[in-house]
């Protein structure tokens, strides 16, 4: 009887642990939250389907992983309730691409409560949020080097961006979302290019547009339609608004090339295209493969208890014809 009883018992503990991670075959699987600030973003939803496919190309017959990815809505209420429930269904790993960075502390001390290990990715807390727990890391790209790059297309043209020869480079800057580094240092280091050579530049209009690509379309059209003739150059802080800023050049009956420049980041698809078709003068290529391969090699790192330094960074590439 007694032999019995352990029998079963024994046969229980199998069939939960079976239950409870050690998937078919014997696989062992770990569990993944990744939470996006908005679906609705261009360059996030490359990033983001690579990140779930190269977790699928890491998986072995003995390790598998159960990836879950949340849309952050652009919220962060809602976003922290999505790391709460990653919590509590007791995740190995979060990947957080954050709604506010300025939020990345109160996150930081849940997933330290919970010794949850944590990268965030493309939206780069501050240095000091950074040196919170040593299970945090950013995988990110240095946006100065992105603002530099713009600035530098537009520099190396014959003519250093002014189209119209009165001797200044005048200017739209189509801004991101402002809370964040990425659309503060395009914004200041594209012209810093400028600038730094010997180029007299004019700021004629500079707003937010979200990094969405009917707010660049619009304000795009709202700057043709104060300036005019006058703009040369109009610069986005990413593809995505210089897709939309494209419609309202055409619509202005502009020409790019010939009477105005247009420069974005990311290298989109669709921007690659349209530099190749004329319709932009160049773009910067922000790495979505190698963040997205960095990000879950950090992660894969944390699940195996390595550690991993406080900042990977990817470098920037310079896309023009
Ligand atoms: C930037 C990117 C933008 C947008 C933003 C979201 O790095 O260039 O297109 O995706 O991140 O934070």
Redesign the pocket.
């Given at each position: 009887m007694k032999k019995k009883i352990i029998a079963l018992a024994l046969a229980f503990v199998l069939a939960a642990a079976m239950l409870s991670g050690c998937g078919g075959g014997g696989a062992k699987t770990y569990k993944v939250g990744v939470s996006i600030?908005k679906f609705d973003?261009?360059?996030?939803t490359l990033y983001r389907n690579e990140l779930e496919s190269y977790f699928k190309s890491k998986e072995t017959d003995s390790v598998k992983y159960d990836v879950t990815i949340t849309d952050g809505k652009g919220d962060m209420v809602e976003q922290t309730n999505q790391v709460d429930d990653f919590i509590a269904s007791k995740v190995d790993v979060m990947i957080i691409?954050l709604v506010q960075s300025s939020s990345a502390d109160t996150i930081t001390q849940k997933v330290k409560a919970a010794n949850i290990p944590c990268v965030y990715i493309?939206?780069e807390p501050s240095e000091d949020d950074m040196k919170a727990w040593e299970k945090i890391c950013y995988v990110g790209?240095d946006?100065r080097q992105?603002g530099t790059y713009q600035g530098e297309i537009i520099r190396d043209l014959p003519d250093n961006g002014d189209v119209d020869g009165d001797g200044v480079v005048r200017y739209v800057m189509i801004v991101?979302?402002p809370e964040?580094v990425?659309a503060q240092y395009r914004t200041e280091f594209s012209i810093k290019a400028l600038t730094d050579a010997g180029i007299a530049v004019d700021n004629l209009f500079e707003q937010r547009g979200d990094?969405d690509q009917a707010k660049g379309q619009e304000l795009a059209a709202n700057a043709l339609a104060q300036f005019g003739a006058s703009i040369d150059v109009i610069f986005c802080?990413?593809?995505?608004m210089a897709m939309g800023a494209i419609q309202s050049i055409k619509a202005a009956g502009r020409t790019v090339g010939q009477d105005i420049y247009l420069v974005g980041?990311?290298a989109i698809p669709e921007a690659v295209d349209a530099i190749k078709a004329g319709d932009m003068t160049g773009t910067v290529l922000?790495d979505h493969v190698g963040q997205s391969h960095t990000a879950v090699d950090a992660a894969i790192k944390y699940i195996n208890g390595q550690s991993v330094d406080t900042y990977l960074w990817v470098n920037y590439q310079k896309v023009d014809k």
């Open positions: 600030y973003d261009n360059f996030m691409n493309n939206r790209a946006a992105s991101g979302d964040n990425d990094w802080n990413n593809d995505g980041v990311d922000n």
